[in-house]
């Protein structure tokens, strides 16, 4: 062959090798290999390919999960968790592809779902070298979601057992199986890089046969995911501030790097044939045991990925705001970052702004009628921008240089200004013709979210957080840019709001001190501290309770008839009606101008007063759910108007737009209870969907968040701009919203600071099927096949939400029974036991039960399952802890769990506080 051939040919490969690289997919995760393939995670379905890389050739599509793939030893069989039938649980198939066998029914719904930074349940994390023993990690018996227990499964099923350790997360087994390398430790998905901590992770050995432990790394950083082969453990650990691949010598007792990125971590790796595989940067990494040198794995994969093709999607049900036109002939709709109008009888449904990947948010409709303002970081900041209500043209970006994050808007009555807080703790408003901007108010204490105008677009009503962690109303004048403060430091208060004629502001107010005595807790709460309170802004204005007193009324003399001389025109009445409204303030004496309305102390927000009429929401605590009230103050009379969500009153304060259990109504101003007897129409709100836009706006948006919220101006030293290019070069890959939340949490963890998490989100699930539970611990006889109970969990039956249903009344199981049959059908010849009771919490279950493995005198008892045992768990573990203490001390001393900061928490305190309340002693847990 020529060299100029050669020379050719070599450049045809080095093309081909970059136009390959260049299609590369990223974001390929929970990496496996059996020495021939390679098979990984992608939108969380399971892909495989050749061990030097290629096309990817999918294994699995269901709309579940599939994650977390581990070759059997021999490399032909591939177990993952899958959440086929809706629940989280251990599968199986052959190590090409085929149909996953179900191999663990451990009925979790309820520990499934979980907040994201708890993990997976049922994670499936090895296999057992010497047996065909799948190994995971499931809370199926742990009442707390932190906490997880290691099991082992067979491959044909059967019920798995608990490895002999209290918990556990990532492990690994010597070669013969008599020992394992295990965290004690799960919390890879809490995104705590460069965590230094008592939760830092080492990584141990623990002995099966001596039943000691030893830990290997003892390192203040986080050690995790040990891989045993030969005679090392591999591990990951952060010591250099990067997650990187060491090794453990168990003959040398040393420990050596084997990589150094400095970019991302490496995650998820895993042990096979011959080579660690890892993920790193989106990318799926090999590590070749022998040689210790790794190199990328190039990938590709060519799909349709209809998970995130998008379309037409309404999203009528996903509405974050609503107001109502001036005339209210239309509502205003934000939804999914777009803004609609809907009519209030004909015409169609317009989306004003129709863009995937931008958020437009509190949108206001000018009392002109002329303009829809909004919120939108088309810019890539918070920017104002108004756009022609009827969507002729193209919106119009009114404020420039944002660089925080921007609070409702307000349009000023005159529809000249718009009006807005902001994260930087500052009150302004912006001439909407110029762009010019005027500063309001700064606050020092938290930022001003209750704002509004005065009906002649002359005065700025606003709550002030004050430093001592209250408001006060205060009034800033248009003429001279003056603050004056309404009313005294000394009472919270809130929503203020002008009366549409300009007599009065209005304001809620916690001024009512009606103590709640405890009886447990010998102590005082203050609850429904608030009511409605108004102040005259002239000192002219008379109180609108004021002694009335009915008077005969004299009829005028008749005024003298004149040659037409003074006499007004049509023209000078109509110039009269249009005489321009001017509130009228007197500062001096403002605050002791205030008056209470005669109501209940409760909780108000929203207020609103047209022609003598107060409109409020109340959410007291003898409220269901949210009431809208109207007060009559001619009348002094309070009605209650119904159960409303929400409200808007239109610019010509004759319509009210309302919401109630997600509908929205046009109705008139009301004076009496309302009705939703018509809605109004959503179905025409309608997004033509991108969702890689979308993703891409969702991720710009959380990084924004995050710099404009974080406690730390300096983001802990974070360089945040280059955070936001790392990660950001990811999002293009997104295929499933599970990723997008991985990546956020990864570029949130850089901040290094817990309790940040993201969660959440719109993506397929499986349709749940419910598993019944016996609130037992069951085994199976190895010579009958019949299931035996081991354990019955005791529960509190007089409360149904912690029933054991084999202590239920006329239910005669004890523990050491065998349970032959579950509806006739017998149980020697299950799989698995619980494989009988899939969709049967609630429902009458026969169990033909004997005290020995035989038909011979067996007897049918029939239950009620229940859906979860968490609570059941959590019963007993409290009820052998007190029984141990009380038993260790002579009954001198009480035990106390409190399980978490919440209500829970606080109700266990209380529940076995005060009848442990004379010990001489309490160990608090």
């Not at 999918?58 to 030893?73: A, H, I, N, Q, V």
């Not at 906490?147 to 099923?157: D, P």
């Not at 990494?285 to 799909?303: G, H, M, N, Q, Y």
Request: proline share 5%; with cysteine; glycine share 8%.
């Amino acid at each position: 062959m020529s060299t100029s051939r050669i020379l050719v040919m070599i450049c045809i490969l080095l093309v081909s090798s970059f136009l390959f690289a260049q299609d590369e997919t990223r974001l390929l995760r929970f990496p496996t290999t059996n020495g021939q393939q390679i098979v990984f995670a992608y939108a969380f379905d399971l892909y495989t390919v050749p061990v030097n890389g290629g096309t990817a050739r999918k294994l699995t599509s269901f709309e579940g999960d599939e994650m977390y793939p581990r070759f059997s030893p021999d490399g032909k069989q591939l177990a993952f968790t899958g959440q086929y039938d809706g629940n989280t649980e251990v599968f199986l198939m052959p190590a090409q592809g085929g149909v996953p066998q179900r191999i663990t029914y451990t009925a979790t719904l309820g520990r499934d779902d979980v907040s994201d930074r708890m993990g997976p349940n049922n994670l499936v994390i090895t296999w057992k070298n010497t047996t065909p023993e799948i190994v995971f990690r499931s809370r199926m018996r742990s009442f707390n979601s932190f906490n997880g227990q290691l099991y082992t499964v067979n491959t044909t099923g059967n019920l798995p057992q608990q490895i002999e350790v209290p918990r556990g997360g990532f492990c690994s087994f010597s070669p013969d199986d008599k020992k394992m390398a295990y965290n004690r430790v799960f919390r890879e998905y809490r995104t705590w890089k460069r965590y230094r901590g008592g939760m830092a992770d080492d990584v141990w050995i623990y002995d099966f046969t001596t039943k000691q432990i030893e830990n290997i790394t003892n390192n203040p950083a986080q050690d995790i995911i040990p891989m045993w082969t030969g005679n090392k453990i591999y591990f990951l650990s952060d010591r250099d501030k990067r997650m990187n691949l060491y090794s453990y010598d168990l003959t040398s007792k040393t420990t050596k790097q084997h990589t150094t990125f400095t970019d991302f971590d490496i995650k998820f790796p895993s042990l096979g044939k011959d080579a660690i595989v890892f993920e790193q940067a989106g990318y799926i990494w090999r590590f070749d045991l022998a040689s210790e040198t790794f190199a990328k794995v190039p990938i590709k994969i060519a799909e349709d990925f209809s998970v995130s093709r998008g379309g037409i999607e309404e999203v009528g049900g996903n509405v974050s705001n609503f107001e109502i036109s001036p005339d209210g002939k239309r509502a205003l709709f934000g939804a999914r970052g777009d803004v609609f109008t809907v009519p209030a009888e004909h015409g169609p449904t317009r989306n004003l702004t129709a863009t995937s990947g931008v958020h437009e948010r509190n949108s206001k409709w000018s009392p002109d009628g002329k303009w829809i303002a909004f919120i939108s970081d088309q810019s890539g900041e918070n920017e104002i921008y108004v756009v022609a209500q009827d969507g002729k043209g193209e919106p119009r970006q009114v404020t420039k240089g944002a660089d925080t994050y921007y609070y409702q808007i307000y349009w000023s009555p005159d529809s000249k200004k718009l009006l807005w807080g902001d994260k930087k703790q500052r009150l302004r408003y912006v001439d909407v013709a110029s762009g010019k901007i005027t500063e309001v108010a700064n606050a020092t204490a938290w930022e001003i979210r209750q704002y509004a105008w005065s009906p002649d677009s002359r005065w700025i009503a606003y709550a002030m957080p004050e430093e001592e962690g209250m408001n006060t109303i205060r009034l800033y004048s248009l003429a001279d840019g003056k603050n004056h403060q309404v009313t005294e430091g000394w009472y919270a208060a809130n929503s203020p709001a002008f009366s549409n004629d300009g007599k009065y502001l209005l304001f809620a107010s916690s001024r009512d001190f009606n103590p709640i005595y405890s009886w447990t807790e010998w102590n005082h709460a203050y609850q429904d501290m608030e009511r409605v309170y108004l102040v005259t802004l002239s000192k002219d204005t008379p109180s609108p309770f004021q002694p009335k007193s009915d008077e005969v009324a004299i009829k005028a003399d008749e005024p003298k008839k004149d040659d037409g001389k003074g006499k007004k025109d049509k023209k000078d009445e109509k110039e009269d009606e249009k005489k321009e409204l001017v509130v009228k303030v007197d500062l001096e004496g403002l605050s002791g101008r205030v008056i209470g309305l005669s109501i209940q102390a409760s909780s108000y927000g929203n207020l609103a007063c047209i022609d003598d009429v107060v409109y409020y929401n109340r959410n007291g605590s003898k409220d269901q759910r949210p009431q809208l009230v109207m007060y009559d103050l001619k009348k002094e009379k309070e009605t209650e108007l119904g159960q409303v969500n929400g409200y808007e009153i239109s610019a010509d304060n004759k319509k009210m737009l309302f919401s109630q259990n997600g509908k929205y109504a046009i109705i008139d101003l009301p004076k009496g209870p309302v009705k939703m007897d018509e809605t109004l129409d959503l179905a025409g709100m309608e997004v033509h969907l991108d969702r890689h836009a979308e993703w891409q706006q969702i991720f710009n948006e959380a990084w924004r968040q995050m710099r404009d919220f974080f406690y730390a101006p300096n983001m802990h030293g974070v360089d945040w701009e280059a955070q936001r290019v790392k990660y950001g070069a990811l999002v293009p890959y997104v295929n499933h919203r599970k990723d997008l939340t991985y990546i956020i949490g990864e570029m949130i963890g850089e901040l290094n600071v817990g309790h940040a998490y993201v969660g959440g989100g719109e993506f397929p699930t499986a349709k749940r099927i419910q598993m019944g539970l016996l609130g037992a611990e069951l085994s199976r006889d190895p010579a009958s096949k019949y299931y035996r109970i081991e354990k019955i969990l005791e529960g509190e039956n007089w409360d149904n939400s912690n029933r054991s249903p084999l202590r239920d009344i006329g239910v005669h199981v004890n523990e050491g029974d065998y349970i032959l049959a579950v509806n006739g059908e017998s149980t020697n010849q299950m799989d698995n036991i619980y494989a009988a009771l899939v969709n049967t919490p609630g429902k009458q279950v026969v169990l033909t039960v004997n005290g020995t493995p035989n038909t011979a005198g067996s007897r049918t008892v029939t239950v009620l399952p229940i859906r979860d045992e968490s609570g059941l768990y959590y019963y007993n573990w409290v009820q052998d802890n007190i029984a141990k203490v009380d038993k260790a001390t002579g009954g001198k001393v009480g035990y106390i769990h409190i399980p978490d900061m919440g209500p829970n928490g606080l109700n266990e305190f209380v529940k076995h506080f005060y009848p442990q309340l004379r010990k001489k002693a309490l160990i608090i847990d």
